[in-house]
T-cell receptor
Framework: DTAVSQTPKYLVTQMGNDKSIKCEQN?????MYWYKQDSKKFLKIMFS???????INETVPNRFSPKSPDKAHLNLHINSLELGDSAVYFC???????????FGQGTRLTVV | AQSVTQPDIHITVSEGASLELRCNYS??????LFWYVQSPGQGLQLLLK??????LVQGIKGFEAEFKRSQSSFNLRKPSVHWSDAAEYFC????????????FGTGTRLTIIP
C-alpha cells in the first residue's frame, strides 16, 4: 500500500491551461504539504495544511490553489500555466510538525 | 531563520569506499536535523533524524550521522557504499515560526563508480 500517492506522475500541458494534481495519504497524518523541486533539485515548501486548515502559503502565485477536502487529501490546482511552472511537485505528509515527513513519488509537470 | 548548507554539489566515490556528506546548520536552539535520500525518479525517503540524546544517529541502509554542536554540523557517513546508493542526498531542518515546514539544503549528488 502506497503511503502518499500523487497523480498523475507525469503531466505535459500547454501554456495557459489549467491543471490539477491530486494527493492522498493513508497514514492518518494531520499535516500535508506541497513542495516544488526545480531543475537544480532545489526543494521549496509551497503550502502546508493541518487538519484541512492552511498554515503555510509560501509566497506562491495565486494561480496556485491548494484544496483539502479532508485530512487525507491535498490537491493542487494551477491556473493559467506558465513555462516557469515546469518542475517536479511533491506531496508529503507528517503526523505533526517536526516528525518524519513522508513524500509521494512526485509529479513532473512540463509546460510547453 | 533556520537553514542548512550542503557545501558539496557533487561527490564521486568508488564502490566499496567510505562516504561522508557534509551538512552545516544555522539554528537558534538545539536543532532537529534530518537526512533524506532521493533516488532517480523517486520521492524523498528519510534516512535518519536527530532530535536529542546520542549524537551518533543510526539510520536505514547502513547510514549514520553525527551531530557536532561545536562545528554546527550533521555529516552523513557510510563505511562502504554500494552502487545502489547513487542518489541525491538532502539535509533538512524544521523552519518557520512553529517548525511547520522543512527547509532543505541544496542537495549533494552522489555518483558511484565501479
Amino acid at each position: 500500500d502506497t503511503a502518499v500517492s500523487q497523480t498523475p506522475k507525469y503531466l505535459v500541458t500547454q501554456m495557459g491551461n489549467d491543471k490539477s494534481i491530486k494527493c492522498e495519504q493513508n497514514l492518518g497524518h494531520d499535516t500535508m504539504y506541497w513542495y516544488k523541486q526545480d531543475s537544480k533539485k532545489f526543494l521549496k515548501i509551497m503550502f502546508s495544511y493541518n487538519n484541512k486548515e492552511l498554515i503555510i502559503n509560501e509566497t506562491v502565485p495565486n494561480r496556485f490553489s491548494p484544496k483539502s477536502p479532508d485530512k487525507a487529501h491535498l490537491n493542487l490546482h494551477i491556473n493559467s500555466l506558465e513555462l516557469g511552472d515546469s518542475a517536479v511537485y511533491f506531496c508529503a505528509s507528517s503526523q505533526d510538525k517536526i516528525t518524519e515527513a513522508f513524500f509521494g513519488q512526485g509529479t513532473r509537470l512540463t509546460v510547453v | 531563520a533556520q537553514s542548512v548548507t550542503q557545501p558539496d554539489i557533487h561527490i564521486t566515490v568508488s564502490e566499496g569506499a567510505s562516504l561522508e556528506l557534509r551538512c552545516n546548520y544555522s539554528y537558534g536552539a538545539t536543532p532537529y536535523l534530518f537526512w533524506y535520500v532521493q533516488s532517480p525518479g523517486q520521492g524523498l525517503q528519510l534516512l535518519l533524524k536527530y532530535f536529542s540524546g546520542d549524537t551518533l544517529v543510526q539510520g536505514i541502509k547502513g547510514f549514520e550521522a553525527e551531530f557536532k554542536r561545536s562545528q554546527s554540523s550533521f555529516n552523513l557517513r557510510k563505511p562502504s557504499v554500494h552502487w545502489s546508493d547513487a542518489a541525491e542526498y538532502f539535509c533538512a531542518v524544521p523552519g518557520g515560526f512553529g517548525n511547520e515546514k522543512l527547509t532543505f539544503g541544496t542537495g549533494t549528488r552522489l555518483t558511484i563508480i565501479p
